[in-house]
Every structure is written in structure tokens, then in C-alpha cells.
Nanobody
Framework: QVQLVETGGGLVQPGDSRRLSCAAS????????LGWFRQAPGKEREFVAI????????FYSTSVAGRFTISRDNAKNLGYLQMNSLKPEDTAVYFC????????????????WGQGTQVTVSS
């Protein structure tokens, strides 16, 4: 089993940057693909970004490509989501999750989830 804890959320202004972290404990973090998803009020959870076990297989949703960067440090059991040029439509609860698959953007393929961290983009 893998336990995941997201940190780094908060209130930011449009155009600001923010880095989210995902701390993993339990079974070998490096054995899993890592994904970031988000859920806005009244909307379904949506895919944001994924990264494969060894740092390859990186893929972004069209809504964040060019603004967000996903990364991971397997030695520290940490994952990151660097968010730049934030927009009000990025407001959501952000979740990290791990998958036995290497490169899936489907939430159904992710087994372990964190509790989420709120990001609010507002002036």
C-alpha cells in the first residue's frame, strides 16, 4: 500500500506560480506511475499530468500544457507539480495518485490517492 500526502496549495493571484508536492510512504514509490488530477466544485475529477516510474512518459492535459511541469524524485519519495501562469479556471482540489500503469491518464487506473490540496486562483 502507498500513502500519499499533498501539500503546497493555497490562495494565489492570476499569473502567479505555485508548486505542489506529493509525499509518498509505504511500498516503493519508484514502482508506480504518478499522476496529478484536479476537481473543481460541481465538476468531475480531471486528469492534469502524469509521469512514469523512472521520470519518462510525461504527458499533460491540453488545459495545462506549457504552464505546468510534473516531476518526481524517487530517492526522496516525492512528486511535484510546478504550476506557472495560474488562471482562475485552475481553481480546484489537486490530488496526486499512483498507478501500476506507466503513463495512464485514466483515473480508473490509479489505485492510491492523497487527500487533496486546495488551490484557489483569485484576485
Amino acid at each position: 500500500q502507498v500513502q500519499l500526502v499533498e501539500t503546497g496549495g493555497g490562495l494565489v493571484q492570476p499569473g502567479d506560480s505555485r508548486r505542489l508536492s506529493c509525499a509518498a510512504s509505504g511500498r516503493a514509490f519508484s514502482s508506480y506511475g504518478l499522476g496529478w488530477f484536479r476537481q473543481a466544485p460541481g465538476k468531475e475529477r480531471e486528469f492534469v499530468a502524469i509521469i512514469g516510474r523512472s521520470g519518462g512518459h510525461i504527458f499533460y492535459s491540453t488545459s495545462v500544457a506549457g504552464r505546468f511541469t510534473i516531476s518526481r524524485d524517487n530517492a526522496k519519495n516525492l512528486g511535484y507539480l510546478q504550476m506557472n501562469s495560474l488562471k482562475p479556471e485552475d481553481t480546484a482540489v489537486y490530488f496526486c495518485a499512483t498507478s501500476h500503469y506507466d503513463g495512464s491518464s485514466s483515473a480508473a487506473d490509479y489505485t492510491y490517492w492523497g487527500q487533496g490540496t486546495q488551490v484557489t486562483v483569485s484576485s
